[in-house]
Structures are given as structure tokens and as C-alpha cells.
């Protein structure tokens, strides 16, 4: 197997942890491989002029885009805050049309995706994107399939992830296939990355939504639900917890925390059983009890289509870590 040579797409703004994570990722790699079959990691920016991060730290490309001519194995854009909201480079955009395309694979980190999109490589593609940006992108490229809520995702040879840190997911990921999973749990422990999130994993929690004030009507159902997870929780319930009407519960959930009722139930159930899963060998017909699932097939249904990932896939993600 042949050296494969990796390219990271830097900019004036880029952040510097979609940079740095997924390279330590392949330098990890290259101490569990023969010499032979070890990452080369390049960056490569408009010139060799030195770009401050986001955060304020310098970074000095290998290569310009002039110079870096050639098959890349893996080329991938690094995200930048500022990228959403900036004019296509078209430097970028030209290099990514000629040389990203003939890499065996090539794809964004974060915000990077938007950089794809300026080039034309995002058109009837499934992509990701950090959650922040996503409903941007979809509406900036149309034409992309963008998944709001996924670690990272893989279209033939298009590879892209969520944010920041979800490049090293995303890395680990290309180490694994490249090397077998072997290797790249190895690198995850290296790396002391707690575990492999798997692509199709929630970027975050299904909870995460403001918590509003307890002593109001719907901080009293948010408090109440987490604490009786196991019980049912039909509208009118809810509802009868607020002191209000079921109309009412509905828009308050809607006003105040942009979900639905069931959505909102939903996400405690999944919060719970993700946890059970992670640390518990409980049979899922055990955990879908203790979460208040009718069934374990209801808790099968609500993972895969919030987190794309059975139960049991899930649970094998963090298996000997």
C-alpha cells in the first residue's frame, strides 16, 4: 500500500481545530503503521504567507495552490467562522475544481462545505455541516442534500463532517477504512477520544434546548418529564402539568424552545437511552422500559430516524474503548 498523501485546504480565518484535529489523527496513525503505508500530511493556502486562525495563532501553508499539483489521496477544506458569510474565493474554488475531484476522496471539515459549494461540488450531494450553519448552507446550494444533524457523511467519494471537533470523528473514520478499525481504535485511545461517534450520530444531544425557568409553566413540564421519563406523556398530560390547554402547551413548546411536544418527550427518552447504552449491558427491551418506549421496536424506530443508528449500533460504538 503506497503512501497517501493528505491535503488540508487552509485560509486567512481558518479555525485553527479543523486544522490541527484531524492532522494529529494521521500522525497518530503513522506510529501503528509501517513506513510504507504512513500518512503525508500537506497544507495548502492561496500562498505561503502565513494565515492567523480564527483563534489568533499562525499557520503556513507547504504548498500554494500554484505548486500543489498532483493525486492527492484525501483533500479536505478546513472550516473557518467566517467562511458562511464569505464571498467564494475563487483561487479555492478553481484548485478545488482540478485537484479535489481526482483525489481518491476529498470533502470539508465543518464550514468547509461552503467552500465545496462555491466550487459546484456540493450539487446533488448528501453533506453535513456544524448544526449552526446547516439550514445556511441548504439554503446557499439548494441543489446539496444537507443533513442538519450527522457527525460526518459519506457520498461516493465526497466525505464531509459536522463541527470542529467532529473532524477527528471524521478522520478516524478515513483511518479506519484505509487500515481497519484495529488502527484506528487505537488512535482514538491515543488521542484519549472518550469514543468513535459513528457518522450517522446526533451532533448533539436530542436535549439540547434551553431549559426554561422552573417556576413556569413549562420549566415545570421540562423538570417533570426528565424526572418521570418512564411514564406517558400524551399532549394532555402535558398540558394538565402546565395548568394550561393543550393548544397552549403546544405553542409554548413551539414559541419558546422551537420543538413540538413529542419532539420535546422524544429527545428525553433518546437522552436517557443513549446513556443506558453507553454504560449499561441492560437488554434493550430493558432500557426501552426504563425510557418509557412502548417497545424496544418504538426505541429502534425513534433512534434511526434522529440519530441514523440502530440501538444496538450505537451501543457497539462504544464497545472497548
Known sequence: MAKKVVVLVIYEGVQ?????????VFAVANRFLPEEDRYECLLVAGDTTPVRCSNGMWMVADLSFAQAEGLFDTVLVAGGPDLPDSAADEAMSAWLRAWAVQARRYGSICTGAFALGHAGLLDGRTVTTHWLCSAQLATLFPKARVEHDRIHARDDRLVTSAGVTAGIDLSLALVGEDHGPAISLACAKALVVVAQ??????????LLVSTSDPQTPLGKVQAYVMDHVREAFPVERLAELAGVSSRSIARLFVRELDVTPHEFVEGVRLNQARSLLESSDLALKAVAFDCGFASPDQMRSAFQRRLNVTPQQYRASFKNM
Open 16 to 24: 485553527a481545530l479543523d486544522v490541527a484535529g484531524p492532522l494529529d
Open 197 to 206: 461517534r459513528q457518522g450517522g450520530q446526533s451532533q448533539f444531544s436530542p
